[in-house]
C-alpha cells in the first residue's frame, strides 16, 4: 500500500505547521537568549540545538514509520511510535493551523483518518470477525423511522429506504457485531462491553477524528459518511467501501452462515 494523495494534504498542513511553530521558536529564543547567556555564554547555542534535534527526531520517526519497509514487506516497528506521534502531536498541531488560518478542517481531518488508516493496514494485523466492532452513527437511519436501532441494529424494519437493511445483513453474513451509536458516550460503553481488538468507526470526519483519539491506542479504522442532506440527517456510508475495509483488515477465508 502506497501514499495516496489523500494523505498529502495532512502533511502539507503539518509542513505549515511547523514552519509557524519554528518561526515562534525561534523568536522568543531570541528574546530568552539574552537572559541565558548570563549564566553561560554556551547556554543558548546548547537548548537551541538539543530542542532542534528532540524536533528533528521526531519528525524522522513519524516519516520513517510511515515510509519504512521490513525486508519481509511489511512496516517497521516504527508504525507505532509514527501511530503516536501523529495522534498525540500532529494532530493537535494542525488542528491548531486550521483553526488560525481557517484551513478546510473537514479535509485535514478526511487526511488524518487515511494516515491513521495508513498505519493500521501497514502492521499486517489480521483481525478475526468476532474480534471487529463497527460503530455506525444514528443519523444513517431515516429520520422518521420508527424502528429502535440503537438497541440492536437486527431491529431494522427492512424497508431499504437507507443502508441499515444492507448493514444489518452484513453482520449477519461476516458475524460481526455492529452497534449504533447516537454519542461519544455510548460508543465508548459499547467498546468497554465488547472490547474488540479492532473498530471501524463510520461517522463523519469531525467525530471520527475525535474517536480516533479518544481510543489511542486501540486500533480504530475510519470511514467517513456521506451527507447528502447535510450533517447528521438521513446520512449514508458506501456499503462497497465498509466491505473492502473488513476484508483489508481479516483476509480469511469466510466461513457459511
Known amino acids: 500500500m502506497s501514499l495516496k494523495k489523500e494523505h498529502v494534504y495532512f502533511l502539507k498542513?503539518?509542513?505549515?505547521?511547523?514552519?509557524?511553530i519554528l518561526s515562534v521558536f525561534l523568536l522568543l529564543f531570541w528574546i530568552i537568549s539574552g537572559g541565558l547567556e548570563k549564566?553561560?555564554?554556551?547556554?543558548?547555542?546548547?537548548?537551541?540545538?538539543?530542542?532542534?534535534?528532540?524536533?528533528?527526531?521526531v519528525i524522522l520517526i513519524f516519516f520513517a514509520g510511515l515510509i519504512g519497509r521490513r525486508k519481509n514487506g511489511g512496516k517497521s516497528f516504527l508504525v507505532y511510535p509514527a501511530r503516536y506521534i501523529l495522534i498525540k502531536i500532529l494532530y493537535p498541531m494542525a488542528f491548531f493551523i486550521t483553526s488560525v488560518f481557517r484551513i478546510n478542517r473537514d479535509k485535514m481531518q478526511a487526511s488524518f483518518v487515511e494516515i491513521?488508516?495508513?498505519?493500521l493496514f501497514s502492521l499486517n494485523k489480521n483481525v478475526a470477525f468476532d474480534r471487529?466492532?463497527?460503530?455506525?452513527?444514528h443519523c444513517l437511519q431515516l429520520h422518521n423511522c420508527k424502528a429502535k436501532i440503537t438497541e440492536d441494529i437486527n431491529n431494522c424494519l427492512n424497508c431499504g429506504k437507507c443502508?441499515?437493511?444492507?448493514?444489518?445483513?452484513?453482520?449477519?453474513?461476516?458475524?460481526?457485531?455492529?452497534?449504533?451509536?447516537?454519542?461519544?458516550?455510548?460508543?465508548r460503553r459499547v467498546i468497554e462491553e465488547k472490547r474488540p481488538k479492532a473498530v471501524i468507526a463510520v461517522a463523519c470526519e469531525r467525530?471520527?477524528?475525535?474517536?480516533?483519539?479518544?481510543?489511542?491506542?486501540?486500533?480504530?479504522?475510519?470511514?467517513?459518511?456521506?451527507?447528502?442532506?447535510?450533517p447528521c440527517r438521513d446520512t449514508l456510508v458506501d456499503v462497497g467501501a465498509l466491505y473492502e475495509l473488513i476484508e483489508k483488515i481479516c483476509p480469511q477465508k469466510e466461513t457459511s452462515v
Open 13 to 20: 498542513i503539518i509542513s505549515v505547521s511547523l514552519i509557524v
Open 39 to 57: 549564566i553561560s555564554p554556551y547556554l543558548p547555542l546548547y537548548i537551541f540545538f538539543a530542542l532542534d534535534f528532540v524536533l528533528l527526531l
Open 116 to 119: 491513521n488508516n495508513f498505519l
Open 132 to 137: 471487529i466492532l463497527i460503530l455506525l452513527p
Open 163 to 187: 443502508n441499515i437493511k444492507e448493514l444489518a445483513a452484513l453482520s449477519k453474513k461476516k458475524g460481526i457485531f455492529m452497534a449504533v451509536a447516537t454519542g461519544g458516550t455510548l460508543a
Open 207 to 230: 467525530d471520527l477524528s475525535s474517536g480516533i483519539i479518544d481510543s489511542f491506542p486501540l486500533f480504530v479504522y475510519g470511514l467517513p459518511n456521506m451527507r447528502p442532506n447535510g
